[in-house]
């Protein structure tokens, strides 16, 4: 039988309070998130406590509530730090604009931004407000910031406002805000083993045994998406080209730092996989020879035979389906990205393809940040901005879960099973 309290049972909840008119409505919230079974613990800004005293969540939630920053619990530990530590996830609930320039800002001032600087768990907001502050560039600026730093926005909806006025920046209904947090932890194991192959970092292609043709890739991006994948619950083989970042733990890596290495690691690997997100740099042509000694200078220019590499993708792409697994590509491309990407998702048999502007005025190679489209067969995907590149890993993720469970043939059912075994 399934546990009918869903995946909040258990889950430690800190409900973030602060000072809108819409604090009431953290009361249901708080109520509604108890009767899934989440132990909720609430923190609220001084302002908040003006408008709900803390007794009412006291009494809903059986646990004291946290308002001051300066605060120790009865062990004579800090309030907000013990209560950082033991979140499954922090929601904020109303959070007004004031709080969202608070947190944006990285300022610990009361105890909610105390809570959600503190904490490791993700982050859940919900914004109320007045339509003029939500709509101004300030707030639209620190939403965005939060968001970059992983936070859920749960948006404010239209409808009256306090001021009598109508518009958007009403905290979306307590029913809502439930939703999000279900989905939170329903993505937390969405990869449950699954099988994911992910490619990373840049080739060196050798022109004698101390020099090499080679590129700027760090496999920054490949790493995050591995990452994510592990924390989601895949089993993860990363096929770790050049990289200037630390190679992951929990991933089985194998190393791979020649375009023709790479080739034979990925070829091993993805047959066995569900996934395949090549993220790798990886060098299209190499020098014809590699000297087997060091090249002397003699004062004549020196010719490389350049000859192009094997296609890693379009031959993981050619696999029989039975043994080809959902396959996503990146392009990086300086010009007319679209066009290029959809010849390339089409030409190599890709089922998803990530593209990147390059060369331009924001150069992604390196960088801690991406901004990102996803094409499918049917063109663009997504209109994602700027944003660090573990949360364009999350997206991906969230895509390519989706794309790739609706791509899988259903699974037998057991009657089929069973009828299948007899034949
Ligand atoms: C009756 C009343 C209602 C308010 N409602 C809101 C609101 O919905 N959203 C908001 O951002 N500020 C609202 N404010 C202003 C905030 O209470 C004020 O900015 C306060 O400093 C917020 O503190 P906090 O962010 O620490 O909770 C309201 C003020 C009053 C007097």
């Known amino acids: 039988m399934t546990d009918s309290r869903g995946t909040l049972a258990g889950r430690r909840i800190v409900v973030g309070v602060a000072g809108s008119i819409a604090a009431y409505k953290a009361v249901a919230l708080v ?27 006291e009494s809903l939630t059986h646990r004291p509530v946290v308002d001051d920053v300066l605060e120790l619990d009865a062990d004579q530990q800090i309030a907000h730090i013990e209560l950082a530590e033991a979140a499954d996830a922090v929601v904020i609930a109303p959070a007004t604009a004031n709080l969202l320039a608070v947190l944006a800002a990285g300022l610990v001032q009361d105890a909610v931004s105390a809570v959600a600087c503190a904490s490791r768990a993700p982050v859940i907001v919900a914004p109320a407000m007045d339509a003029g502050m939500w709509t101004h560039p300030a707030t639209q600026r620190n939403a965005e910031t939060l968001r970059g730093y992983g936070y859920r926005i749960v948006e404010p909806e239209v409808g009256s406002l306090a001021s009598g006025l109508t518009g958007v920046g009403r905290l979306a209904e307590p029913p809502t805000i439930v939703d999000a947090v279900e989905r939170l932890f329903a993505r937390a194991g969405d990869l449950d083993g699954v099988r994911v192959v992910v490619s990373a970092g840049g080739t060196r292609e050798p022109i004698d045994p101390v020099r ?14 591995a990452e994510a994948a592990r924390d989601r619950g895949a089993s993860v083989t990363l096929v770790a080209g050049v990289m200037s970042v630390t190679q992951p733990r929990g991933v089985e890596v194998v190393d791979a730092t020649t375009a023709s290495t790479m080739r034979e690691a990925v070829l091993r690997h993805a047959p066995g996989a569900d996934i395949l997100v090549m993220a790798a740099a990886v060098s299209d042509f190499a020098p014809q020879r590699a000297s087997g000694s060091k090249i ?11 000859v192009p590499n094997p296609d890693i993708i379009a031959e993981v792409g050619e696999m029989p389906e039975e043994v080809r697994p959902f396959l996503i590509g990146f392009a990086a491309e300086s010009d007319d990205l679209e066009a290029n990407a959809a ?3 089409r030409d190599k048999g890709l089922d998803l393809i990530v593209g ?60 089929q099973a069973r009828r299948s075994r007899r034949r």
């Open 356 to 415: 990147n502007v390059v060369g331009g005025p924001f150069d992604a190679i390196g960088s801690d940040e991406n901004k990102v489209t996803v094409f499918g067969a049917e063109g663009a995907l997504t209109d994602w901005p700027m944003l660090p590149k573990r949360q364009v890993a999350e997206r991906l993720w969230d895509l390519i879960a989706d794309r790739w469970r609706a791509a899988r043939p259903a699974e037998p059912s057991e009657g």
């Open 31 to 57: 109520r509604l998130l108890g009767e899934r079974g989440a132990v909720v613990d609430v923190a609220m800004t001084p302002s908040a406590t003006q408008f709900v005293g803390p007794l009412t969540f």
């Open 343 to 345: 010849a390339k998702l």
């Open 296 to 306: 002397k200078r003699d004062g004549s220019s020196l010719a490389i035979t350049l």
């Open 212 to 225: 090499f043709i080679g590129n700027r890739s760090s496999g920054k991006m490949g790493v995050a998406i």
